[in-house]
């Protein structure tokens, strides 16, 4: 495999992540967010500076998520007051605030970025190889896929659907809305943050514009499209807009209005996404 | 030093003002929040500076930027939300992002990621007051916008048209029981409050000589603050709210830190929903 190929597979694995993680907040839980970069960006810049600090990789990646999570819960705390509409304004202020904060601080290296990231070490040897690289994000993907399947058709996947559909019949079943809320962002952002560790080891080179409006707006397309909710789905989308803007580089101009337009054709036609079943559309048509 | 600031930030919160009042209308008739409404006043903009630099007509210029922000604004409502209304909150929502991301990426390619200047100059008179001066442009953004306000209520309380809004807002199905147009009520609200929105572009416009594709997302997010600040669906609420925002914005830039003035609205969206969720006039 050329040195390109395995370039865009590894993207596509860490977008993988990253979706299927949005997808247990937007998905399971019902809860749009607008700043989910943000939760990679922190991941990111956590996992390289405790890197660059002189710790190690396992580490800084399980440091990456459980920092992640914890901004997540941050977050969630008083933004879970709010739903709907209102959650997908105060996630998207969230996002701006972290990258002006990325963009401003001394340790992450302002508006420059993050410089000379040291590349994932196991047991002690540096990872170099690319198809290496690309082995790690599959095998931790894949932990990633069992998990999302486990959680979903676990008590709590069922509690999110269900807060997800109807809050006050919900509520009415005994289900304490607020903290399951509380802890789909907090899942949500732990694993985007190990994605975000995963991208700044890979790339050693990170800088706030990656994890701004664009990229959050990028992960929504992904869940979307693929069917909201849905795993295969989110695996999916993330894969065709990975790999889409690869083929189609000369059309890079037009990406942006390519997802609004998506957007709103999706909703329009097809709510339920390319892999989404059925039966969700009667969920998502008819509760209101 | 203060007062300076607080009139810098009078004028700015005016302009919020008037974009939170096209959020506040929008969420209260339609229960979904538009996203879009920062496009909406961007388009404005982009309307009355292309007319002036090809015409040099003021009135013109400000008549073509209203009628461009009322344009976008009625195929976002025929074309993004009119399909979707009455499903689950999430689609309007999601179509509603979608359509701002259109709107955004289209206008930086018909008209260039560049800044562009407004494209006549204000010789900066202004008058000075206690130490605090207030330029003329900031008066005329802060007079225009206190005279939209006003026709606003007027036209609600007092017009047919106005009622019909305020009772579909109330409960739609009463409402169309009684003979009222409700999508005709929706295409008003729609109207009213991308009017309101593009003349705001068009003061910020002139207020900063920049006008850029990109030119409506911080004020579209700070105004919905407002809305929220105010407590969202009413209209003194949001007037209110986007008067405090502007000053806050302003001191804040002038006492705390200027590189985080962005910053500021969300702190305070973030206070307001943790202290007070419905907003200062909010009702439960």
Known sequence: MSVYILHVLIMVAIFAMLALSLNISVGFAGLVSLGHAAFFGIGAYASGIIMIKGLGFPVAFGSAGIITALLGLALALPALRVKDDYLAIVTLGFGIIVEIIFMNLDITGGTD?????????????????????????????GFMIVSMYTLKNSKIGRAWAAIRDNDITASFMGINIYGYKTLAIVVSAFWAGLAGSLYAHYTAYINPHTFGMHTSIMILSMVVLGGIGSIPGALLGAALLTVLPEVLRPLADYQDIFYGGLLVAMMVFRPQGIMGRVKITEIFGGAR | MLLQQLVNGLAAGCVYALVALGYTMIFGILGIVNFAQGE???????????????????????????????????????????????????????????????????????????????????????????????????????????????????????????????????????????????????????????????????????YYNATAPNMGLLPGLKAFSAAILGGVGSIPGAIIGGLVLGVAENLGAAYLSSHFKDAFAFIALVLVLIIRPRGILGRQ
């Not at chain 2, 305020?166 to 109207?191: E, P, Q």
Request: glycine residues 10%; proline residues 5%; aromatic residues 10%.
């Open chain 1, 113 to 141: 970025g993050l410089v000379g990231i040291p590349p994932v070490t196991l047991c002690g040897n540096p990872l170099y190889s690319k198809p290496g690289f690309l082995l790690l994000c599959v095998v931790i993907l």
């Open chain 2, 40 to 206: 909406i006043y961007m388009y404005g903009a982009f309307g009355a500076v292309l007319t002036l630099a090809a015409t040099g007509n003021l009135v013109l210029a400000i008549v073509a930027g209203i009628a461009a922000a009322c344009l976008v604004g009625v195929l976002l409502e025929r074309f993004a939300f009119r399909p979707v209304r009455g499903m689950h909150p999430l689609i309007p929502l999601i179509s509603a992002i979608g359509a701002s991301i259109f709107l955004s990426s289209l206008a930086r390619l018909i008209f260039g990621p560049e800044d562009r200047s407004f494209p006549m100059e204000f010789h900066p008179h202004s008058y000075q007051f206690f130490g605090a001066e207030i330029t003329e442009l900031q008066l005329v953004i802060i007079l225009v916008s206190l005279a939209l306000m006003v026709m606003l209520w007027l036209f609600l309380n007092l017009t047919k048209h106005g009622k019909a809004i305020m009772a579909v807002a109330m409960d739609s199905d009463a409402a169309k029981l009684s003979g009222i147009n409700v999508n005709a009520a929706y295409v008003t609200t729609f109207l009213l409050g991308s009017a309101m929105s593009g003349v705001a572009g068009i003061l910020m416009a002139m």
